[in-house]
C-alpha cells in the first residue's frame, strides 16, 4: 500500500497572485506530488496551500516552495492579521494513508535539516517532531512574531533546531513538523468588535482565559477541548471573526465548534452570520455535520452524500463570504480516481448505450449491482417517506436509522458497479501479457489466476450486499408507509435479481480458476445466499400483496 503524506505549508503572502503562482508552480513540478487547493487570505495575507503525495516527493515539493517564497517574499515589508515570523511560516506534514505519526515525523525532521543546511535558514520544530516537549507548540514558538524574533533567537532557550541563530531580515524562520490533520474554521460575527470576538474566543478556547485573583494568576479553561482561538477583524468582509485552529476534530467536530461559538455569541448579544473553512476538511467531518443538524430538526440522515454535505453547508453558512465547491474542497474528492466511477458518473440513457454496445462491459456483473443498488434505494426512500410521515413524528429516527442503513447498502453497490467492469478489464489485461519466455509465461498466469480471482469476489460481494439489503427491504414492507408498500415489493424483486445475476458471474469465472478449494467454497456460500434470498423474497412480496389487496 502506498504512503501518502499531506503538507499544509503557510505562505506570508495573500494578495500577488503571481508570488503565489509561482511558489506553488514548484510544487508541480514534483512527480509524485499532487497540488490539491490553494486558499489565499487578503487581510491575513497569507495563502494556505494544500498538496499530497508519497513521503519523498512531499518533501521534494516543499523544500523547493520555502526555496521559492524565500527568494519572492519580504518580510520586512510584511502586515497581515495572522500571526507570523516567516515567508514559509509554518510548514506541517500530516499522515494521511499507511503511515504512522512516528514516520511522518521522521520525514518532518529530514525537510528541516535539508531546508536549514541548504538554504541556511532558521528552523524550528514543533509539534510530532519536536522532542523538547517544553518548545512544541505553534503559537509558543511565534510568541512575538516577526518583529520580535530578533532578540528572541538569540536566547539561548530558542536556539533554533536547525540552522543558524542568527535571524534572517528578509525570510525570518520557519517552523516544520508533523501533526494530525487540522482544520482552520473561522466563524463570522455580526460585530466589528475585536475585544467582543476575543471574548466569545476566549470563552470556547481549551487554554481559557487568565485572570488575576488576589495577586494570583488564575486560568479558567474555555468549553471547547482540542481548539485553539483568537478573536480579530477582517476588513475585506468588515466584520470581526473567531478564528479557530481545531487541532483534533474527533474531540470537537466543526458542527459542535460552530454551535458552540453561537451560544457563547448570543450570551454576548452577539450573533453568528456565518463561517468558512480555510483549506480542506475530510469528507467524514462533512458527513457527519449534516447529520447533526438534521438530527436537531428531528429528519431523516438517510439521506445521500450530497444531501448531507448540503444540509451542512446551509446550517453553518459556508457560503457566507464566498463560494464554498465541495469538490475542490473535501480532501477525498480531490483524491479520488474518476475512472473508480466512469459507469455510475454517467447519465441512465448513456449506461443503457454502453451497455448496449459492441463492448464487453459492463456486463452482467455491473447490471447486478445496480439492480441491487436501485433495490436498496428504493427501500431507503420508504424509510424516508416513513420518517418524515404526518403523525409519525415519534418514530422518526426508528425510520432514520433503517434510511442509513439502506443509503450504506446502496453506497456499497454502486461502488460495486464500476468495480465489476474493472474486474473484467483486468482479466482482458492479463491474457493480452506477453508469453514468449518461461519467465513470461508464469507471470501472464499468475496475472490472469489473480484477475480471475478479482473477477470472482466482486460479484460475490455484490451478492452480499445484496442479501443485506432485504433486512431493510422486510422491514419496510412490515412497518413503513403503507403507501410504499408497493416500492418496498419492486426493491425486493431488485435485491433477488441482483443477488441471483452476480451469482451467476461468480460461478462463470470460478470455471477458470485453479484454486479449487476456493471455488467450491465461495460457491457453497453463493448457493445459500442464493437459496435465503429466494425464501426471504416471497415473504416480502407474500406481505406485500397482502396489503396491497386487491
Known amino acids: 500500500m502506498q504512503q501518502l503524506i499531506e503538507c499544509v505549508p503557510n505562505f506570508s503572502e495573500g494578495n500577488d497572485l ?17 497540488l490539491l487547493n490553494v486558499d489565499p487570505g487578503k487581510a491575513t495575507n497569507r495563502t494556505v496551500v494544500t498538496f499530497v503525495g508519497t513521503p519523498e516527493a512531499v518533501v521534494d515539493a516543499a523544500f523547493r516552495a520555502i526555496k521559492k517564497a524565500g527568494e519572492l517574499i519580504d518580510m520586512s515589508k510584511h502586515k497581515g492579521e495572522h500571526p507570523r515570523m ?10 494521511i494513508a499507511n503511515i504512522s505519526m512516528e514516520e511522518t515525523a521522521k520525514y518532518a525532521q529530514q525537510l528541516a535539516k ?51 541563530a542568527e535571524f534572517d531580515a528578509k525570510r525570518g524562520a520557519t517552523v ?149 465547491n465541495p469538490q475542490e474542497r473535501i480532501i477525498e474528492y480531490l483524491l479520488q480516481n474518476k475512472s473508480d466511477s466512469k459507469l455510475v458518473s454517467m447519465s441512465l440513457s448513456d449506461f443503457a448505450d454502453e451497455t448496449a454496445s459492441e463492448s464487453p462491459a459492463p456486463g452482467g456483473g455491473s447490471i447486478s449491482a ?70 513470461e509465461k508464469t507471470a501472464r498466469t499468475k496475472a490472469i489466476q489473480d484477475a480471475t480471482k478479482f473477477a470472482i469476489e466482486i460479484p460475490f460481494k455484490v451478492m452480499q450486499a445484496s442479501y443485506s439489503a432485504m433486512e431493510v427491504i422486510k422491514a419496510m414492507a412490515e412497518i413503513g408507509n403503507p403507501n410504499s408498500v408497493s416500492d418496498a415489493g419492486v426493491a425486493a424483486l431488485c435485491a433477488r435479481s441482483a443477488v441471483m445475476g452476480a451469482f451467476m458471474n461468480v460461478r462463470i469465472n470460478a470455471k477458470d480458476f485453479d484454486d479449487k478449494n476456493f471455488v467450491s467454497d465461495i460457491i457453497a456460500k453463493g448457493k445459500e445466499i442464493e437459496n435465503k434470498t429466494i425464501g426471504l423474497e416471497e415473504e416480502i412480496l407474500k406481505i406485500v400483496n397482502s396489503k396491497i389487496g386487491i
Not at 482552520?184 to 474566543?201: D, G, Q
Not at 474531540?251 to 480555510?278: M, N, Q, W, Y
Not at 475530510?282 to 454535505?309: H, N, W
Open 18 to 34: 503571481n508570488i503565489i503562482k509561482q511558489i506553488t508552480n514548484e510544487i508541480e513540478t514534483i512527480e509524485g506530488a499532487k
Open 86 to 95: 516567516g515567508a514559509t511560516d509554518v510548514c506541517p506534514l500530516i499522515p
Open 114 to 164: 535539508r531546508v536549514a543546511d541548504e538554504l541556511n535558514l532558521p528552523i524550528y520544530l514543533y509539534e510530532a517532531a519536536q522532542p523538547d516537549k517544553s518548545r512544541n507548540n505553534l503559537s509558543v514558538i511565534r510568541a512575538g512574531e516577526y518583529e520580535g524574533f530578533f532578540k528572541k533567537i538569540k536566547l539561548p532557550e530558542w536556539k533554533p533546531d536547525f540552522g543558524p
Open 176 to 324: 516544520i513538523g508533523a501533526r494530525d490533520f487540522l482544520v482552520a474554521y473561522n466563524i463570522n460575527l455580526n460585530t466589528t468588535s475585536v475585544r467582543r470576538a476575543n471574548a466569545i474566543a476566549f470563552d470556547v478556547r481549551e487554554a481559557g482565559r487568565n485572570k488575576i485573583e488576589n495577586g494570583k494568576s488564575i486560568n479558567t479553561p474555555g468549553s471547547l477541548k482540542s481548539v485553539k482561538a483568537i478573536g480579530w477583524y477582517i476588513e475585506e468582509y468588515g466584520i470581526a471573526q473567531i478564528s479557530m485552529n481545531l487541532t483534533n476534530i474527533n474531540v470537537t467536530p466543526v458542527h459542535i465548534a460552530f454551535d458552540e461559538v453561537c451560544k457563547k455569541a448570543e450570551a454576548r448579544g452577539i450573533r453568528v452570520t456565518g463561517s468558512e473553512l480555510v483549506g480542506l476538511i475530510p469528507l467524514k467531518a462533512m458527513l457527519d455535520a449534516g447529520k447533526y443538524f438534521l438530527k436537531k430538526q428531528q429528519r431523516s440522515t438517510g439521506v445521500s452524500e450530497k444531501e448531507l454535505i448540503k444540509i451542512a453547508v446551509k446550517s453553518m453558512g459556508l457560503e457566507e463570504l464566498g463560494k464554498f
Open 370 to 439: 445496480y439492480t441491487g443498488a436501485l433495490g436498496a434505494s428504493l427501500a431507503t426512500m420508504v424509510a424516508n417517506l416513513s420518517s418524515h410521515k404526518k403523525g409519525w413524528d415519534e418514530r422518526w429516527e426508528e425510520f432514520s436509522n433503517w434510511a442509513e442503513k439502506g443509503e450504506n447498502y446502496k453506497n456499497e453497490l454502486i461502488k460495486l458497479v464500476d468495480s465489476d467492469t474493472k474486474a473484467f478489464n483486468q482479466i482482458m489485461l492479463a491474457f493480452s501479457l506477453p508469453k514468449s519466455t518461461e519467465q
